[in-house]
């Protein structure tokens, strides 16, 4: 259910992927031109995108269809960088440097642990941090400065993680930061009530140890070309910490759409007609053979 500013779709020939503007209306540019910059720009989608919500709960309700506004593109990055809040991936992205580090993450950062209001918070990310959101001619843009020289890729790559997706500041005051996402202390509120979505698809239900709902949002940028399944269901099979196969017994008794085939059944099912394989677009793993026979059979014996 999340979203960034661009986001990939599969190519006409099904062997690689285009990026493609998702919540950014158009393609970065330089500011001052070049083909490097450290500052780049692109307009972002205000008013004509709204958040979704599947929750009954009637505060939650309440933010169904809102519309995204401008200075919810600000939020995330606030949250994020807030040293009060204890987020992880805040103090990764505070802790970035050289290539993709955003100028000033980091001094911001340090400085909000010591500051008690939002509104002075707001203020000091405004001052210290390289990103602002700002109109021109009509058109909202969202400008983000490096601290190196980027081209036009890496300046959308370096920005474009659904972690920061835009999010109104009143929907964090209501569900409480560290709720945003999550289930409740008590678990009277789960991830249905403390998300809302701008991705493909909206949380409906979650069913801890059983079930994760998702339905299509009708609200998404490319919900009428580019998505057809209404729904998915994921099956949590709390079977698997103990059973291996627990999840392909199921899809073998047609129970569920796909599984991997586990290691125990690879020679039975590898050659199965329901079988496929998909090309993966890098190299995650390079085996080295670095060592000679002897010293081989030294350390691991001469089978």
Do not use: C
Not at 4 to 28: Q, V
Not at 108 to 137: C, D, H, P, R
Not at 243 to 266: M, Y
């Amino acid at each position: 259910f999340g979203a960034g500013f661009y986001t990939t779709f599969m190519n006409a020939e099904k062997n690689g992927y285009d990026w493609t503007p998702e919540l950014a209306k158009t393609m970065p540019e330089a500011v001052g031109g070049g083909n490097t910059s450290k500052v780049w720009r692109f307009q972002v989608r205000v008013g004509d995108i709204k958040y979704t919500t599947n929750s009954k709960l009637e505060s939650r309700a309440a933010f169904n269809n809102r519309p995204v506004a401008a200075e919810d593109y600000l939020t995330p990055f606030i949250l994020l960088l807030n040293q009060q809040n204890g987020l992880y991936r805040g103090q990764e992205l505070a802790g970035t440097s050289g290539q993709g580090a955003i100028k000033g993450a980091k001094q911001f950062y340090e400085a909000s642990k010591n500051i008690e209001s939002y509104e002075e918070l707001v203020a000091t990310f405004k001052e210290m941090v390289g990103i602002q959101v700002y109109e021109e001619n009509g058109e909202t843009y969202f400008q983000v400065e490096f601290v190196t020289p980027l081209d036009s890729f890496y300046a959308m790559y370096y920005i474009t993680s659904s972690l920061y997706m835009p999010v109104p500041q009143a929907f964090l005051d209501l569900v409480g930061v560290q709720n945003y996402l999550g289930f409740n202390e008590n678990k009277t509120e789960s991830p249905v009530d403390n998300s809302l979505a701008l991705g493909a698809y909206a949380l409906e239900q979650w069913d801890s140890g059983q079930q994760v709902v998702y339905k299509k949002n009708p609200n998404y940028v490319y919900a009428e070309t580019k998505y057809a399944i209404p729904g998915i269901h994921m099956n949590i099979f709390p079977a698997m910490a103990n059973d291996a196969e627990a999840n392909f017994k199921e899809f073998i008794a047609g129970n569920v759409d796909s599984t991997g085939i586990p290691q125990t059944k690879l020679d039975e099912y590898k050659n199965d007609p329901r079988t496929r394989t998909t090309t993966g677009d890098s190299n995650f793993k390079l085996n080295v053979n670095a060592t000679d026979a002897e010293t081989w059979e030294q350390l691991f014996g001469p089978n």
